[in-house]
């Protein structure tokens, strides 16, 4: 007896795709508002630039994967966004706000110290994707930016939140409780020593010396004193700030 055997609906787009390839071009479809044949169509000719432009040369090719690897990491660092694509959108937009800001002087670098002011007060922090693309504009090595960038303490490689708050760990400070301050705002802000809170209120850090010794324990927010700090008085200083 012969046993009749039950074929599955094929899906065709010029070629036979499966259900993954086809749930991936039903979400494209409903992202863009194309249909499949004007998505294959438009893949096509982003294909075809991205040849007839020489992207595919191994140095151009190397230099764009590596800016596709920093604005991955620059996206994971900030912590917002998850997807290959808007990380790439996002990265694109702040280098062009960062073309600016070098137009701004001149893409003269003598400037490099203004320009990296200029990023800092516009990020809150120098991303090192910043620091290659400025690189590039001023055809200055990675190695002087970085100098510059790590030597003033105006300048942050990591990013900082929008209040920084500064715990002096002098010997005066410290005899009078500095540490159990310190310790305080780490657990009331759910952050660590030299980190920023998840919603990018805060940045914690410690320093050496406040020059306001006889005031101790010292602690500053965006450089405004707070001095004789006592635990019950940290919540009252933080919600100043916004």
């Given amino acids: 007896m012969s046993r009749r055997i039950e074929k599955s609906k094929s899906h065709f787009v010029g070629l036979r795709i499966n259900e993954t390839h086809k749930s991936v071009l039903s979400k494209l479809q409903e992202i863009s508002g194309m249909s ?4 294959l169509l438009k893949g096509l ?6 040849y007839t432009l020489g992207f595919d040369q191994p140095t151009l090719s190397f230099e764009l994967k590596r800016l596709e690897d920093e604005a991955l990491h620059y996206a994971s660092v900030l912590k917002q966004i998850r997807e290959r694509g808007k ?3 996002l990265v694109v937009q702040e280098i062009r706000d960062i073309d600016a800001i ?4 001149g893409a003269d670098k003598s400037y490099l110290i203004q320009i990296l002011l200029d990023v800092q007060k516009k990020y809150n922090w120098l991303p090192r994707l910043a620091l290659m693309w400025i690189s590039e504009r001023l055809n200055v090595p990675m190695s002087t930016i970085m100098s510059v960038a790590t030597f ?3 300048f942050s490689l990591a990013p900082r939140g929008r209040h920084l708050i500064r715990v002096c760990m002098g010997t005066s400070c410290k005899v009078r409780g500095a540490p159990i301050i310190l310790d305080n ?4 802000l759910d952050v660590d020593l030299d980190g920023t809170t998840s919603d990018g209120r805060f940045s914690l850090k410690r320093v050496n ?3 306001c010794c006889a005031l101790g324990p010292m602690m500053t927010v965006d450089g ?3 001095g004789g700090v006592k635990l019950s008085k940290v919540k009252t200083i933080l919600s100043k700030y916004g």
């Avoid at 499949?36 to 998505?39: A, D, V």
């Avoid at 000719?45 to 991205?50: F, K, N, R, S, V």
């Fill in 45 to 50: 000719e982003l294909l075809g630039d991205y």
């Fill in 87 to 89: 990380a790439i959108k």
């Fill in 224 to 226: 405004e004193y707070y």
């Fill in 152 to 154: 003033y303490k105006a």
């Fill in 102 to 105: 070098v137009d701004k002087f």
């Fill in 36 to 39: 499949k044949t004007e998505l």
């Fill in 209 to 211: 010396c406040l020059a």
């Fill in 185 to 188: 705002l780490q657990r009331l």
